[in-house]
């Protein structure tokens, strides 16, 4: 038992929680942004996926993690404009659009991959992201263990989760951005230009996630695998409706969703009397009670997954 | 000078011409109606002008120049502000973010509440439109929620204000406030256009009127030079009895009977108290109140959609308190429910499939709908009730609002029932409809069927019914067979009608 408990309460597993949570955190705020415009964003996860991609893809052509970012940050960009496209523009229906998203963005990846690396399993090995430490922060005590050293991509992360509260509730394109998501029609009466900041929210949603997908590929590991974001799309997806729509929620909820994955991680290292199966279940347990809990309180943006068509 | 003028304008949805040639001039400073029937084509107009449709032909003069409106953008930059008749306000953010996003006062790139909020406080102080500057609009009233759609335009510093349809969801009182608020703002040198389909807003509020039907003006005229009789033969085309006409009946045995119903809410307050009604064959009982005091749960508790604290409901001898709704349809009870889209109709199925909607084991053999029945009964309903439509495997989406409502009544009154409950039949339904339900439903009232007619409509109660009820806050505040229009609105408002006050209303509702 108080092997346990020492795992529960180490501050390795808190920080191990930190890494982890990175790419859902980047996710879930795409999320945020996605679904306060009214897009409901399954595609999250095959937005996660072509970060990951083109993120070792500009490492690999270039030698410089730094530049395989933005390559990340501009294939997200991308995709996020094409699935704007079709789900306004084209009013396709929003899930359809999002898990259709998800299979092409697998099958492209894999199939890039083989060309590209001969390999339909993992890519070649590639520059990864190295740790910055931060000079004085990393000789406290705690904190040091905990922000002292991590690769940009964290920092970047803390600094989008500010970002993105303030720009939805401080400024005015959050306002116009929350009354797009809860009616289209009255923000158009309003004069709003509403096409305008819809496509700017599901850009800078897939920005994010490619933020989040070159995480994974260049900050935790240094090579792209088939079906590297493995659902953390859909756990992202959950994470913003459990943070209520509000990226400190997200940040919270993702933290939440990835300390439960430190702690499972540890204590099969425990050598417990329990199949390891059980303990993997962990993390997904807590995540359906909680968001059975959250469902039932939660309000989404009003007007989530409508169509609005003008005439004119 | 003509602030506005319309040219021919021509609109058209599909085959369907929504504005056909319109000619129209504002003038600056007036209170203009446009009056006209649903569907006549008023709302398309306004939405023309105020850049949300863009329109097949014609043009629009502005201040005597002619203007290009594409988008409401560029209206609201031209001085235009809509009040449209569903408020265009985000339930979650409150008042002050309702009215100045869009045009928000900025600090440093970020949104200036503080600011925000002092201009807001100013313009709500000099029109008198008081509104809870940090409340959400979730937790204010629907004549606060207008006061802050009026302010959203004033924000944007219109000079020429649309309303669509503003009294449709406004009580008595909170209508006289809209009109004094109207009043202010054409002496502030506003210009106002007022959509409706009352006549007797039209001759209370407007400088001039135009009337539209079926997509073409019919004529302009001056407020003081017409008669409401004379607005309703324009607007429906033929003439039309503003009064209907009741014979004297005699009464027969109960056949509905409350006792002592209460409803507990979820949070134990008390929903409907002591409720106490008893209606014989043949005989109409009103039920007036402001909507929200309980009425809607009534309609529930007798439909069966809701489970009653205590009391009996008893319809012809048989206590129905907890039989199911199914049951009670299959006892004689027909419903014509307060919102009748939400809750009489389907609004994507045929009308077919809504007219056997309830009734349709009549119709069934073997476990098969028999379609040949189906369609002879609902050729016959249709033709009864004047249900206009193109076919009857049209789905009811197509039909205008008072068709959907007649189609609705003519289910009901077609199944021979005992017992009628008419919630609100005739809201939101056009003059020339309302006669038509009006008679039909004194034509139940001949043939012996007890009705209990749910309305909030002063004149509506006391052409029709035999005896009216006041509800107040859940209770019944009075019962009486003749009351005046005076009496009645004050009841309505939860006063005691003590002289005085009754000849002061009265006096203020007959200056509106």
């Not at chain 1, 659009?97 to 690396?117: D, E, K, R």
């Not at chain 2, 045009?103 to 029109?127: C, F, H, T």
């Amino acid at each position: 038992m108080q092997e346990i408990l020492e795992v529960i309460f180490n501050i390795n597993t808190f920080s191990a929680a930190i890494r982890i949570s990175v790419p859902l955190v980047f996710a879930a705020i795409g999320g945020v942004f996605s679904e306060r415009a009214g897009i409901i964003n399954l595609g999250l996860e095959g937005m996660l996926l072509t970060g990951a991609f083109a993120g070792v893809l500009g490492s690999y052509l270039t030698s410089n993690p730094y530049i395989g970012i933005l390559f990340a940050i501009m294939a997200g960009a991308f995709i996020g404009f094409i699935f704007a496209l079709f789900t306004i523009k084209f009013e396709a229906n929003h899930v359809v659009a999002g898990v259709g998203l998800n299979i092409l963005m697998l099958g492209i990846t894999t199939w890039l991959m083989q060309i590209l690396w001969g390999s339909r399993g993992t890519s070649v090995n590639v520059t990864g992201l190295g740790e910055i430490t931060i000079p004085i922060l990393s000789s406290i005590p705690i904190l040091g263990k905990l922000f002292g050293s991590h690769n940009i991509l964290v920092y970047v992360m803390f600094i989008i989760v500010i970002f993105s509260w303030i720009i939805l509730f401080k400024t005015p394109f959050g306002l116009r951005l929350r009354v797009v998501g809860e009616n289209q029609e009255a923000a158009d009466t309003l004069g709003i230009k509403l096409r305008k900041i819809q496509y700017t929210s599901l850009i800078f949603s897939g920005v994010l996630c490619g933020l989040g997908g070159a995480y994974l590929s260049l900050g935790q590991l240094n090579w792209f695998s088939m079906n590297m974001s493995a659902g953390r799309g859909y756990m992202a997806l959950a994470a913003n409706i459990f943070g209520g729509w509000n990226p400190l929620g997200a940040f919270g909820a993702s933290y939440l969703f990835a300390y439960t994955d430190a702690l499972q991680m540890r204590m099969q290292a425990l050598n417990l009397n329990v199949p390891n199966e059980i303990i993997q279940m962990i993390p997904y347990i807590l995540t359906i009670l909680v968001l059975a809990g959250a469902m039932i309180r939660s309000r989404p943006p009003a007007g989530l997954g409508k169509h609005y068509k003008t005439n004119r | 000078m003509n602030i506005i003028e319309f040219k021919s304008i021509i609109k058209k949805f599909g085959d369907f011409i929504a504005n056909d040639k319109i000619d129209l001039i504002i003038k600056k400073g007036e209170i203009h109606c446009l009056l006209g029937e649903n569907g006549a084509g008023k709302t398309t107009l306004m939405n023309i002008l105020f850049g949300l449709y863009k329109p097949e032909e014609g043009k629009i003069f502005l201040r005597e120049k002619p203007c290009k409106i594409n988008n409401p953008h560029k209206a609201i930059e031209l001085g235009l502000g809509m009040i449209h008749q569903h408020f265009m306000l985000i339930d979650r953010l409150t008042t002050t973010e309702n009215i100045i996003v869009g045009e928000e006062p900025l600090k440093n790139g970020l949104v200036d509440m503080k600011k925000a909020r002092e201009q807001v406080k100013q313009i709500s102080d000099n029109y008198h439109l008081a509104i809870k500057i940090d409340e959400k609009i979730e937790n204010i009233s629907v004549g606060e929620q207008q006061r802050v759609e009026i302010l959203k335009v004033l924000f944007r510093k219109a000079e020429i204000l649309i309303f669509d349809e503003p009294t449709a969801v406004l009580t008595p009182q909170e209508v006289n406030n809209l009109f004094t608020t109207l009043r202010e703002l054409k002496a502030g040198g506003k210009t106002i256009i007022f959509i409706t389909h009352k006549l007797e807003e039209t001759m209370n509020i407007s400088d001039r009127v135009t009337v539209l039907r079926k997509g073409k003006v019919i004529s302009t005229v001056n407020t003081c030079d017409t008669s409401p009789k004379k607005l309703a033969r324009m607007m429906v085309g033929r003439e039309v009895l503003l009064n209907v006409n009741k014979e004297k009946g005699d009464l027969g045995d109960k056949v509905l009977e409350v006792k002592d119903l209460s409803l507990i809410g979820k949070h134990k307050n008390i929903i409907l108290k002591n409720i106490n009604i008893s209606i014989r064959k043949g005989e109409i009982v009103g039920l007036a109140g402001v909507s929200g005091n309980g009425q809607l749960e009534l309609e529930e508790c007798l439909t069966g959609l809701r489970k009653v604290t205590s009391g009996k409901i008893i319809l012809g001898g048989d206590e129905i308190t907890h039989t199911p709704t199914r049951i009670r349809r299959k006892k004689g009870f027909s419903h014509i429910p307060s919102d009748c889209l939400k809750r009489g109709l389907v609004s994507t199925y045929d009308l077919t499939k809504n007219i056997i909607l309830g009734n349709q084991d009549s119709f069934t053999k073997n476990g098969f709908l028999q379609q040949n029945d189906i369609n002879e009964y609902c050729k016959e309903v249709i033709e009864k009730f004047d249900v206009r439509c193109q076919s009857l495997n049209e789905s009811v989406n197509n039909l205008s609002g008072g068709n959907q409502q007649k189609l609705v009544i003519g289910r009901e009154l077609s199944t021979n029932p005992k017992f009628i409950l008419a919630a609100q039949p005739t809201r939101g339904v056009d003059v020339g409809a309302i006669e038509f339900i009006h008679n039909n439903i004194l034509k139940m009232r001949k043939q012996k069927k007890a009705i209990l007619l749910i309305s909030a409509e002063l004149e509506e109660l006391l052409s029709l019914a035999d005896r009216i009820l006041v509800i107040y806050e859940g209770k019944i505040v009075s019962e009486k067979n003749n009351y005046t229009k005076e009496e009645l609105g004050l009841l309505m408002a939860g006063k005691k009608a003590s002289d005085e006050e009754i000849l002061e209303t009265g006096n203020r509702i007959r200056n509106d």
